[in-house]
């Protein structure tokens, strides 16, 4: 997501930073770049509008014009301004008892598991979700919302089957609530491919009973304009006190997320960025801007990193590297870590200046599925071969190869580099300088390229 809108935005700063010396047609150039980029990229117009309107505003004071590096404080500005839209800082949800949260949006836009990923986030937290089912015209929503509950491992209350009174299912809900001890119900509702009145009328009636404390609108934030209609509309019906984005991971432009809470007024309070059940990130404004204008986010990629990797399991794989044991039942626990953080260019695209290391690194070297490949050609290794690399001659490359589906050359291409891997990490010299390459985006490029055997390609 916002790929094009940073590549667009990287340029143009780039060529502003250049500049020896900012003149007001200088900045008025580089504005008038930046609203093409923001446009392009489906942000509202008036809020296109409007951004550039301030940004230029704080540009063109005579500390920015004659300041040693102007370039770099108009790209503050805009920081600044890009976090302001985004809604200035994260707003936690109002889980006060009772504490009721209604999920409004449209069909296809990812409510349904949004409403499981949100209850298996509350759970990590230390309360008791229970997931309502309150769309009664699809029993394949229904059905789908149980077996995600089933999932997270989350209660999940469905109607009686042909039941039709959703303030019905609410009441009984909130009865099974009180009599489980659930401590936050989460009402997954009806949608509709476009608003109607009779969805509308609806929702209105179930947040009349309800009273939610929070009111999430799900939206897609590839939609482009339609979302800015979509929030606004739902906006006015029921009174939205925040949104989801989901889909955030997608190459799609993404301009309506900076538009949607420019447009509402009410906050973007978690990000979908992947289809897994532990891919809902609390949205921070500070972070995204962050990573729109190619700076990473770094805190995220921490926590991310947190939640996922066993500390232990961690600093005993690190130990082993130091002390020159690493063998391929090391490897194989490495890639399963790998596996559990999501996407390759999701979590590295967290990483300050990625959208240029991803251009200079090979083809298909983010490719989820060659993961997969090297697992299989591993596991197809008997337990002393795994310990013992060095062991792995022609006849046993060629058994590895038939047990994995895979070939002799890919085989030897593995036993190649993982052998290129453990020379390097069993020189300290070597070792340091990846680690301390890790500083940079040069570094990091070169870091993972020999990662894969000092030859530009992953060992997987």
């Known amino acids: 997501m916002f790929s094009a809108l940073s590549d667009n935005l990287d340029k143009t700063f780039r060529n502003l930073r250049g500049v020896g010396k900012i003149s007001d047609k200088n900045i008025t150039d580089a504005l008038r770049e930046i609203r093409i980029a923001l446009l392009e990229a489906d942000v509202e117009f008036g809020v296109a509008k409007e951004l550039i309107a301030r940004v230029k505003e704080a540009s063109m004071g005579e500390d920015v014009l004659k300041s040693i590096k102007p370039g770099e404080m108009i790209v503050k500005f805009f920081h600044d301004e890009l976090t302001r839209v985004l809604g200035g800082d994260n707003v936690p949800l109002d889980l006060n008892p009772p504490a009721r949260i209604l999920m409004v949006g449209l069909n296809g836009a990812g409510k349904t598991t949004t409403s499981a990923k949100l209850a298996r986030r509350l759970k990590k937290e230390g309360r008791r979700p229970l997931l309502v089912a309150c769309d009664l015209y699809r029993p394949a929503a229904i059905e789908q919302l149980q077996t995600l509950a089933k999932q997270a491992d989350v209660p999940c209350f469905a109607p009686e089957k042909g039941e039709s009174d959703v303030i019905k299912v609410a009441r009984d809900a909130i009865a099974f609530g009180e009599s489980s001890g659930a401590t936050v119900l989460i009402f997954d509702t009806a949608g509709r491919q476009e608003i109607d009145e009779r969805l509308i009328e609806e929702l209105k009636k179930l947040n009349a009973f309800l009273k939610p404390k929070e009111t999430l609108l799900v939206a897609d934030a590839a939609t482009g304009q339609q979302a800015v209609s979509v929030a606004t509309h739902f906006n006015d019906a029921v009174g939205i006190t925040g949104i989801v984005l ?114 200079q690194l090979p083809a298909g070297a983010l490719d989820n599925s060659k993961i997969k490949r090297t697992e299989a050609i591993v596991l197809s290794m008997t337990p002393y071969e795994r310990s013992r690399p060095e062991i792995i001659k022609a006849s046993r490359r060629q058994r590895i190869a038939a047990g994995s589906g895979t070939s002799i050359m890919q085989v030897n291409q593995l036993i190649k580099q993982f052998g290129e891997m453990r020379k390097m990490m069993r020189s300290p010299g070597k070792m340091k300088n990846m680690m301390k390459s890790m500083g940079g985006p040069r570094g990091m490029s070169d870091m993972m390229k020999g990662l894969g055997g000092m030859g530009g390609k992953f060992p997987f």
């Open 246 to 359: 989901t889909k955030l991971d997608g190459d799609a432009r993404g301009g309506a997320a900076l538009s949607m809470r420019e447009v509402t007024g009410k906050p973007i309070k978690y990000a979908g960025e992947g289809e897994k059940l532990d891919q809902l990130m609390e949205f921070h404004p500070s972070r995204m801007a962050d990573r729109i204008l190619g700076m990473g986010d770094i805190v995220s990629m921490v926590e991310n990193v947190a939640e996922a990797v066993n500390e232990e399991d961690a600093m005993r794989s690190m130990k082993r590297m130091q002390e020159g044991k690493f063998d391929f039942n090391d490897f194989l626990d490495q890639m399963r870590m790998i596996q559990k953080l999501g996407p390759l260019e999701g979590l590295l695209g967290l990483m300050p200046g990625f959208s240029k290391i991803k251009k």
